[in-house]
């Protein structure tokens, strides 16, 4: 008789113990861990970090080649990295393995390879000529994009347009260094002022900026294959031929779409329709600090709405005035 029940008791321990410890996310939903999951389905959820390792490794390769002065090799692992970036977003949505941790995995290793390493390469490429505005523009580069990922972290909407950016992202940033990189070669020794400000600053303050670009997202779909494959073959071949002239012509490109876009808009919609152009972007709540509670609300007097109201515009209470 106790022979028999000592086996019994030992796995009801184990469960005991197993069900003590529990895995719970942020938002309460609990956690699968990866063990119970059949290898199937354990690769399937996995595959996309796998590029976005591959996507942060190159980046911090980056950064190590551009202090020992091997400007282009580092110049190619960011753009590397672009491609890995596009990569393991595409898989992720063609597995069904789109995850909260995929998500904070990915603006971790886009901060490095599009943060910090476009920062060091403007850094040691410019140093040379000039130190100071090498150094003011690698850290204005680096608070722009991470205030950039931190953002678009927090103001996911799942109802929000796909085709559009709120900002400059980051790898079309890193896609101006780069590319300005591999077309000049040899660090700025001689040459003015304007082409690290051209190739530094201002892509990253346009990643903190409120303009939309284009994501171009829809160019993956199947339905746009027929074009999206000629055209890749094409800027491959521009590529690996012309480098330079290439990225660039992609890299300031891609930039000017959005204040070509905002001139043509008007053209847009009267001959292609409304679908033509961006639809009308609201305000978003602050993303530095969290709208205050209802109840707080309630508890205000008189008085203090009236005074929030006539400090400012009324709909900037609700989040809904639109950005001009």
């Known amino acids: 008789m106790t022979g028999e029940?000592?086996?019994?008791?030992?796995?009801?321990?184990?469960?005991?113990?197993?069900?003590?410890?529990?895995?719970?996310?942020?938002?309460?939903?609990?956690?699968?861990?990866?063990?119970?999951?059949?290898?199937?389905?354990?690769?399937?959820?996995?595959?996309?970090?796998?590029?976005t390792l591959g996507n942060m490794l190159c980046g911090f390769s980056s950064v190590l080649l551009s202090f020992q002065g091997h400007?282009?090799?580092?110049?190619?692992?960011?753009?590397?990295?672009?491609?890995?970036?596009?990569?393991?977003?595409?898989v992720a949505r063609a597995v069904g393995a789109i995850t909260p941790f995929g998500l904070q995995f990915d603006s971790l290793a886009d901060l490095i390879s599009f943060g910090i390493a476009p920062a060091v390469l403007v850094y040691t490429w410019a140093l040379p000529a000039y130190p100071v505005w090498a150094w003011a523009g690698a850290m204005f580069w680096l608070a722009c994009a991470a205030y950039r990922l931190a953002r678009f972290n927090v103001t996911i909407d799942p109802l929000a347009d796909k085709r559009y950016f709120v900002g400059l992202a980051s790898p079309g940033a890193a896609g101006v260094v780069?590319?300005?990189?591999?077309?000049?070669?040899?660090?700025?020794?001689?040459?003015a002022p304007l082409v690290p400000v051209a190739a530094g600053v201002v892509p990253a303050a346009l990643m903190a900026s409120s303009f939309r670009f284009r994501s171009f997202r829809d160019l993956l779909s199947p339905r746009h294959l027929r074009i999206t494959v000629p055209l890749a073959m094409v800027v491959l071949v521009g590529l690996v031929l012309f480098p330079g002239a290439t990225g660039m012509a992609l890299a300031y490109g891609y930039v000017l779409t959005c204040p070509l876009g905002w001139a043509t808009a008007p053209l847009r919609r009267r001959w292609f329709g409304p679908d033509a152009v961006a639809p009308p972007r609201t305000r978003m709540p602050s993303v530095i600090m969290p709208p205050e509670d209802d109840e707080a609300d309630d508890d205000c007097q008189d008085g203090c709405g009236r005074d929030s109201v006539d400090s400012g515009d009324p709909g900037d209470r609700d989040g809904t005035r639109p950005t001009r």
């Open 5 to 51: 029940a000592a086996p019994e008791s030992r796995p009801r321990r184990r469960d005991r113990v197993s069900r003590g410890i529990r895995l719970v996310s942020a938002t309460g939903a609990r956690v699968i861990p990866l063990e119970r999951l059949n290898p199937r389905v354990r690769a399937r959820a996995t595959l996309p970090s796998l590029f």
């Open 71 to 90: 400007f282009r090799t580092a110049a190619v692992l960011v753009g590397i990295s672009i491609l890995l970036d596009i990569c393991d977003g595409a």
């Open 178 to 191: 780069i590319s300005t990189v591999l077309a000049i070669g040899d660090p700025l020794y001689d040459w």
